[in-house]
Each structure stands twice: as structure tokens, then as C-alpha cells.
Nanobody, 116 residues
């Protein structure tokens, strides 16, 4: 069983920065892709960034150049550094791990609110 716990969300002014963390329990962390998703009020959940086991990263276009995903396999933790935040970045941010044995695991999310 894998459990994911996000932290680091909060209220920030536009142009500011936050760093999200997602700590994983279980033994699969170093063997799976880690993703950050976000869900704005009334909208669907969308992929923000991914990082493979070898450290390759991808980003959705709207965050390229502003967000950085990284992972520390020794700490079973994935991070999302978010800089130059915009009001449209306001959302609940979720981390996802997997697939492990065909299963994706989700955290419960952390709320990021960017004020204008």
C-alpha cells in the first residue's frame, strides 16, 4: 500500500512562490513516475508536471518556465517549486504515483490560492 501526503499549499500574492512537497510511504517510490495534478473550482483535474524515475521532466504549457518538478528518492519525496504564481494557478494540487502493479495512487491534495 502506498500513501501520499501533500504539503506546502497556502495563500500567496501573484508573483510569489510556493514549494509543494509530496511524501510517499511504501517501497515503490523510486520505481514509478511521479506527477502533480491540479483541479480548479468547477473544473476537471489536469496534469501539471511529471518526473520519471531517471529524472526526466515534462510540464503543461501554462507552467513551463515557472514551475519545477523534482524528486528525492532517498526521502521518498517529490517537490513542485512554483514561481511567478498567477491567480489562474489557484487550485487544489494533487500528487500521483504509479503505475505500481497497474495501480495509481493519489494524495488528498493541498490548496494553493493566488491573490491578485
Amino acid at each position: 500500500q502506498v500513501q501520499l501526503v501533500e504539503s506546502g499549499g497556502g495563500l500567496v500574492q501573484a508573483g510569489g512562490s510556493l514549494r509543494l512537497s509530496c511524501a510517499a510511504s511504501g517501497s515503490i517510490f523510486s520505481r514509478v513516475v511521479m506527477d502533480w495534478y491540479r483541479q480548479a473550482p468547477g473544473k476537471q483535474r489536469n496534469l501539471v508536471a511529471s518526473i520519471t524515475t531517471s529524472g526526466s521532466t515534462t510540464y503543461t504549457a501554462s507552467v513551463k518556465g515557472r514551475f519545477t518538478i523534482s524528486r528525492d528518492n532517498a526521502k521518498n519525496t517529490v517537490y513542485l517549486q512554483m514561481d511567478r504564481l498567477k491567480p489562474e494557478d489557484t487550485a487544489v494540487y494533487y500528487c500521483r504515483a504509479g503505475p505500481g502493479s497497474g495501480i495509481y495512487y493519489w494524495g488528498e491534495g493541498t490548496l494553493v490560492t493566488v491573490s491578485s
